[in-house]
């Protein structure tokens, strides 16, 4: 998120991150069947606790709204199986619940399969999200702290055999 404190001249980067994600691939032939993938958004954390509990009470409000999920809508098909280390970039389209409110999105991806024991695949990614699509009120603190109305979702997703 962009934030703007009053006492500085330019506008900052808010960032939280979680590593409390939990998630499912299914992959049949040349295709990824599906995606599911739920956030635990309790556990965000950035470098600065006021702003984490004005997350926990205002904007995102995860007191309330303690998950953000993504489920796909469609198959992810391949010509061909990628041959391990080779990068691949889709576009999966899916639903994005976050503050309560699930919208559909399409989410760039790129992935690789790593060989290994065990072998796995780890997709990367960013999103734009318009906070008013998600019921979320931009916080503002008596005019001291104020966040713009669109944030950026980055994930890194590891899946390995279950």
Same mark, same amino acid.
């Given at each position: 998120m962009r934030e703007r404190l009053f006492r500085l001249p330019a506008?900052?980067?808010a960032v939280g991150t979680t590593t409390k994600v939990e998630g499912e691939l299914y992959i049949e032939a040349n295709s990824v069947t599906k995606i599911s993938v739920v956030a635990d958004l309790t556990a965000l954390k950035s470098d600065e606790e006021r702003r984490d509990r004005a997350l =926990?009470? =205002?904007g995102l409000e995860t007191d309330r709204f303690p998950r953000a999920s993504f489920t796909s809508l469609? @198959?992810?098909? &391949?010509?061909?199986v990628p041959p391990p280390g080779e990068t *691949? +970039?889709?576009e999966v389209r899916g639903y +994005?619940? +976050?503050? #309560? *409110?699930k919208r559909e999105v399409v989410v760039p991806v790129v992935a =690789?399969?790593?060989? #290994?024991t065990p @072998? =796995? !695949?780890? %997709?990367? %990614?960013? &999103?734009e999200i318009q906070m008013a699509d998600f019921a979320i009120e931009p @916080?503002?603190?008596? #005019? !001291?702290v104020s966040v713009g109305d669109r944030g950026k979702m980055e994930f890194e997703l590891v899946f390995e055999p279950a």
């Open positions: 506008p900052s980067d =926990r009470e =205002r469609d @198959p992810v098909i &391949f010509e061909t *691949v +970039l889709r +994005l619940e +976050l503050h #309560g *409110v =690789r399969w790593e060989a #290994g @072998p =796995r !695949i780890v %997709g990367q %990614g960013s &999103f @916080p503002s603190i008596a #005019g !001291i």
